[in-house]
C-alpha cells in the first residue's frame, strides 16, 4: 500500500519514530538498536512501521534525510544579491534562522553531531551544505567577485568551521543564545569575507546588526 506522505497520521508516525531514534541513540550504539526497541519506544506496532520502511537501514536513512530537508527548507532564503535568471534566484542560508533552528531542536542536532557513534550524519550534512556552497561559489565566480582562495578550499574550511561551531555550541550546552551565536558568526564571516573568501556571503540571509549585543 502506498504511503501518502502528507497524511497528518503518517507525519506523526514518522516524527514518532525519529524521536525515539534519537533518544535510544543517546544510550547506545546503532547498530545495537532493533526495529523492535524503536517501535517500543515509539509506542508503534511493528506492522505500522513496515507500511513505512523496508527495515532498520532504510528508516536510519529516510530519517537523517528528512532531518536535513527539514532544516534546509526552514533555513535557507533568496539572495538579495545574486540572481541566475528572472526564474531562478540564488539561495543561501539565514544564519538567524539556522541558528534558532539548531537551538528548537538541540536535543536532535546534539546526539547527531556530538554522539561518536553517529558519524554518518556528520558526514551528510557536509555534503549537503558543500553542495549548497559549490552552488553559489559558480554564481560568484560568474558575477567575477575576486577570489584570493580557491573556491574549493574555502568549501571545505567554511563548511567544517560552521558544523564544528554548531557541535561545539551544543555540546557547550548553549551558553550563547541563537541570537549572540548569529552576530559573531556574521562577524567572524565579515572579515573572511574581506581577505578574499566572499563565499561566506552564503551564510548572509536575513543579517542581523552585527554583534549588537556584544
Given amino acids: 500500500m502506498a504511503v501518502n506522505k502528507t497524511d497528518p497520521r503518517v507525519i506523526k508516525t514518522r516524527n514518532s519514530l525519529r524521536k525515539a531514534l534519537v533518544y535510544l541513540m543517546r544510550r547506545e550504539k546503532i547498530e545495537n538498536i532493533s526495529v523492535q526497541k524503536?517501535?517500543?519506544?515509539?509506542?508503534?506496532?511493528?506492522?505500522?512501521?513496515?507500511?513505512?520502511?523496508?527495515?532498520k537501514q532504510d528508516f536510519i536513512e529516510s530519517a537523517m534525510k528528512d532531518?536535513?530537508?527539514?532544516?534546509?527548507?526552514?533555513?535557507?532564503?533568496?539572495?538579495?544579491?545574486y540572481s541566475l535568471s528572472k526564474?531562478?534566484?540564488?539561495?543561501?542560508?539565514?544564519?538567524?534562522?539556522a541558528f534558532q533552528?539548531?537551538?528548537?531542536?538541540?536535543?536532535?542536532f546534539d546526539v547527531l553531531l556530538n554522539n561518536e557513534n553517529n558519524t554518518g550524519f556528520y558526514e551528510q550534512f557536509y555534503n549537503r551544505l558543500a553542495d549548497y556552497l559549490t552552488t553559489y561559489g559558480n554564481v560568484v565566480n560568474d558575477n567575477q567577485k575576486q577570489l584570493m582562495v580557491p573556491v574549493n578550499l574555502q568549501i571545505s574550511f567554511i563548511?567544517?568551521?560552521?558544523?564544528?561551531?554548531?557541535?561545539?555550541?551544543?555540546?557547550?550546552?548553549?551558553?550563547?543564545?541563537?541570537?549572540?551565536?548569529?552576530?559573531?558568526?556574521?562577524?567572524?564571516?565579515?572579515?573572511?569575507?574581506?581577505?578574499?573568501?566572499?563565499?561566506?556571503?552564503?551564510?548572509g540571509g536575513e543579517k542581523e546588526s552585527v554583534l549588537e549585543e556584544i
Avoid: C
Avoid at 509506542?43 to 523496508?54: P, W
Avoid at 533552528?101 to 536532535?108: L, S
Avoid at 541563537?178 to 581577505?195: A, C, I, V
Fill in 101 to 108: 533552528y539548531i537551538e528548537n531542536n538541540a536535543d536532535i
Fill in 159 to 203: 563548511v567544517s568551521a560552521f558544523l564544528g561551531l554548531i557541535s561545539h555550541w551544543l555540546e557547550d550546552e548553549m551558553i550563547y543564545t541563537s541570537r549572540y551565536m548569529t552576530q559573531s558568526t556574521e562577524k567572524m564571516f565579515d572579515t573572511l569575507n574581506r581577505e578574499g573568501a566572499p563565499l561566506v556571503d552564503f551564510f
Fill in 67 to 81: 532531518i536535513l530537508d527539514d532544516f534546509f527548507d526552514q533555513v535557507m532564503v533568496d539572495s538579495e544579491d
Fill in 87 to 97: 526564474e531562478r534566484t540564488v539561495q543561501v542560508i539565514s544564519l538567524q534562522k
Fill in 38 to 55: 524503536i517501535t517500543e519506544t515509539a509506542n508503534i506496532t511493528r506492522g505500522t512501521f513496515y507500511l513505512h520502511y523496508r527495515d
